[in-house]
Structures are given as structure tokens and as C-alpha cells.
């Protein structure tokens, strides 16, 4: 599995008005992408990624630019699955500590 670290998240018009309909801010967004849980690889060379932004769990879906950036295709809140996957990766990280 690649391990993907999210340095910088590419933002433009279309993809702030985007995540404004899903009821997601960019602040959520990039504090999702510095707290990431665990991503995984979708097509076109993109990747589904969920991270604790605050109090939600938010899942992401980004394109690889450069090295550590990314662009933001759209944000949302975590489905049921998701969150299900995040809080098992949660447990296992904080039982490790």
C-alpha cells in the first residue's frame, strides 16, 4: 500500500463552491488531511482519503499534483462504512501508543 502525506491541498473556485454543497469547509478539509486515518487508491489516479476534521470524520477525494500536493476533487461527510474503517484505524493507533 502507498502511504500518501498530504502537504499542500490545491484549491481553486470550483472545487470551494463544490464542498460547499456537501456542507464541508476548506478548514475541515485541511485539518481532514493533516489528521488522515487511512486512504485508499480509486480510479484515475485518485485517492478516497478519511481524516478527523474537528469532530467529523470527513472523507476526500484527491488527485496527485506534485510531490505532497494535491488537488481537492470534492469533500463530504463520512458514510457509514467509512466512519466504521476510521474508528477501527483509530482504535488500533491509539491502543499502539
Known sequence: MTFI???KLVWNTYNTEHIKKH????????????NLLYH???YNN??????RGGKRLITFIIRRVAQGEYYLVTARDSDKK?????Y??????NTSI
Request: proline letters at 0%.
Open 40 to 42: 485508499r487508491k480509486t
Open 82 to 86: 467509512e466512519r466504521k474503517r476510521a
Open 5 to 7: 502525506v498530504v502537504k
Open 23 to 34: 456542507k464541508v469547509t476548506a478548514e475541515e478539509v485541511s485539518e481532514a488531511a493533516r
Open 46 to 51: 485518485r485517492y478516497l482519503a478519511v481524516g
Open 88 to 93: 477501527e484505524k483509530e482504535k488500533i493507533k
